[in-house]
T-cell receptor, first 107, second 113 residues
């Protein structure tokens, strides 16, 4: 089956820093989403981005489907950005998640 | 609020027991996905239903089963529970399947003691 790899696995940053999270996938996909799982376990939709670039406030994402990767950019980090960031790809009627990047923002 | 409702939010039960988790998809969504997230792990795909029919299956144990009813709500049944089944169980819904955005419920936290 398709493999979804996220890097880095863990990231500790000071408040105000910028970061780039990466998602690589091993085969073509129908679509891709980024999620944030907050410390209470809720999965929050960030971007639905099969290709191209989208921005939402301090967050933006880019997917290059032909090269099988997606990037999530977080600028001017805040402590509320802490949690786990997952990318998930759609393929063969399944939505397959990567193992996530755990982000910890220090005040 | 994603519009996907899962009940109950928390469940504590003993080994060997059977439980049923419920998921109501967003209004108008036809597809429901179930996931298991064990402690500090990623989300493992269990099963997908589309308009009442099973569409895709992941690594779902034989002790687990699911169905989607005519009103489109779905239930995940877990039987002969073991300590290792303790996890957060999520459902997600999409409008038509793999080409539309997925929205997740808040999850059911199952603890098997």
């Amino acid at each position: 089956g398709i493999q979804v790899e996220q890097s880095p696995p863990d990231l500790i940053l000071q408040e105000g820093a910028n970061s780039t999270l990466r998602c690589n996938f091993s085969d073509s996909v129908n679509n891709l989403q980024w999620f944030h799982q907050n410390p209470w376990g809720q999965l929050i939709n960030l971007f639905y981005i099969p290709s191209g670039t989208k921005q939402n406030g301090r967050l933006s994402a880019t997917t290059v489907a032909t090269e099988r990767y997606s990037l999530l950019y977080i600028s001017s980090s805040q402590t509320t950005d802490s949690g786990v960031y997952f990318c998930a790809v759609y393929r063969d009627d399944k939505i397959i998640f990567g193992k996530g990047t755990r982000l910890h923002i220090l005040p | 609020d994603s519009g996907v409702t899962q009940t109950p939010k928390h469940l504590i039960t003993a080994t060997g027991q059977r439980v049923t988790l419920r998921c109501s998809p967003r209004s108008g969504d036809l597809s429901v996905y179930w996931y298991q997230q064990s402690l500090d792990q990623g989300l493992q795909f269990l099963i997908q239903y589309y308009n009442g029919e099973e569409r895709a299956k992941g690594n779902i144990l034989e002790r687990f089963s699911a169905q989607q009813f005519p009103d489109l709500h779905s239930e995940l049944n877990l039987s002969s529970l073991e300590l290792g089944d303790s996890a957060l169980y999520f459902c997600a819904s999409t409008r038509t399947g793999s080409n539309t955005e997925a929205f997740f419920g808040q999850g059911t936290r199952l603890t098997v003691v």
